[in-house]
């Protein structure tokens, strides 16, 4: 078998790049290592910056998300009882799409199987050859079979757990990483949303994230401490959690219900350096991991598709290679400004075990300026509805 592009991986990453370079002409292979059931049952981020609106749009898949996305122009930050709006619109004139990562994903595979691409699922072992050369191959099995596919470039879109950064030796890459002391527990449950906005509640028991996916489908986080599983959390307790953490208003309105997913993440920032190595580019989760506070994770990925995508067309276009030179440089740019965002909001908003009086009041004194500060509120916003391309 023989392809252009060879991309590993088919969550949103591998997905879009595929269905971007494929509207250009470009001919890809998507080799994804679960079913395609398991890839959509994964419930996960929720905010999409206004680029990435841009980009889904662009490559043919935003019909579904702009009927049935929501439109954001402010969320809350809160402290205790004490709310703070922050206003995108007013603050920097962008806002964001509230549109699940697993929907993003559904349109995904429904334009790839309309423009009939080759999406190979349930492939195991995969491995990535040749890369430092020029007639890199993929590798895996399927069927009790060893498959090969020849390409001439790979696109390492497999997530934080994949093979793809592996492949690139040890004394080429550089990691970055920094692990927080807890985890959120997330819940989906079909009762109305707390608020028509997003709430990131500070709160002296702990983070709560108050968000949504429609009007009656809500999604809620608290901080856990890394030591707890998700049989310690009822949904009596996970309710009455929650409640404690959201400032009084707000959680008196509450409507609770039987929730229908639970899970715990882990938090962490993690980068690995560089993006490129030889013929292959990594995407995604595969090169870097946010803290989610900041909702990055998933617009990362794809302003990596869009650096990647455009540098690929370039090349196969104009045979000019300039974009695949620049790639790594370009998408590590961004990447290290929503790191610094996405460590940041983290830090403004949960309880570290660790913590004294003193950092304690430096959150403190961090929301009052957000509370008093035009300018404060505009760099705020102008990183949450997501940095320039
Ligand atoms: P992934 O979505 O991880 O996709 C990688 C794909 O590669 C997967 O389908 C995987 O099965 C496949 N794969 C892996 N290994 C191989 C292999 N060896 N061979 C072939 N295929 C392989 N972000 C937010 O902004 N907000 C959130 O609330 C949020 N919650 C999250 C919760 C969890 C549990 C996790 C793990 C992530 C969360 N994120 C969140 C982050 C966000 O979901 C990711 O940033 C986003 O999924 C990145 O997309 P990706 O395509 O790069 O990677
Ligand atoms: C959601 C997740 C986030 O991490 C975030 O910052 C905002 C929203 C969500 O799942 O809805």
């Known amino acids: 078998m023989k392809t252009q592009v060879a991309i590993i991986g088919g969550g949103p990453a591998g997905l879009l790049l595929s269905q971007v370079l494929n509207r250009a002409g470009v001919a890809t292979v998507v080799l994804e290592r679960k079913d395609r059931a398991y890839v959509l049952a994964r419930i996960r981020a929720g905010v999409l910056e206004w680029g990435t609106v841009e980009m889904l749009r662009a490559a043919g898949v935003g019909d579904r998300m702009d009927r049935e996305g929501q439109v954001h122009e402010g969320c809350y930050l809160t402290s205790g009882d004490r709310m703070i709006r922050l206003d995108f619109h007013e603050s920097c004139g962008k806002q964001v799409m509230v549109y699940g990562q697993t929907e993003v994903t559904r ?9 009939g691409t080759t999406i190979i699922h349930d492939a195991a072992d995969v491995a990535l050859h040749g890369v430092d050369g020029d007639t890199p191959h993929v590798t895996w099995t399927k069927d009790g079979h060893e498959h090969r596919l020849d390409c001439d470039y790979i696109a390492g879109c497999d997530g934080f757990h994949g093979v793809s950064r592996p492949t690139i030796p040890s004394d080429i890459r550089r990691e970055f990483e920094k692990v927080y002391p807890f985890g959120w527990l997330g819940v989906l449950s079909e009762t109305p949303p707390a608020a028509h906005e997003l709430i990131y509640a500070n709160h002296e028991r702990g983070f709560a994230l108050a968000s949504m996916r429609n009007p009656m489908l809500s999604r809620y986080y608290i901080q856990v401490p890394l030591t707890d599983r998700v049989e310690d959390w009822s949904d009596a307790a996970f309710w009455d959690e929650l409640k404690r953490r959201l400032p009084a208003e707000v959680a008196a309105s509450l409507i609770t219900g039987p929730t229908i997913e639970k899970s715990i993440a882990p938090l962490r920032s993690f980068v690995s350096e560089p993006m490129r190595w030889g013929r292959l580019f990594l995407c995604g989760d595969a090169a870097h991991i946010v803290p989610p506070t900041g909702a990055k994770g998933l617009n990362l990925a794809v302003s990596d598709v869009h650096y990647l995508s455009a540098a690929l067309i370039r090349f196969y276009g104009q045979g000019d290679a300039a974009g695949l030179e620049s790639y790594s440089a370009d998408a590590l740019a961004r990447v290290w400004g929503a790191m610094r965002f996405s460590w940041q909001m ?12 003193f950092d304690r009041r430096m959150q403190e004194a961090e929301l009052a300026q957000i509370a008093s500060s035009p300018a404060a509120r505009r760099l705020l916003a102008e990183n949450y509805t997501g940095l320039p391309y």
């Open 107 to 115: 349109d995904l595979y429904a334009a790839q199987d309309a423009v």
């Open 346 to 357: 983290t830090t403004l908003l949960h309880r570290f075990p660790e913590q004294s009086g």
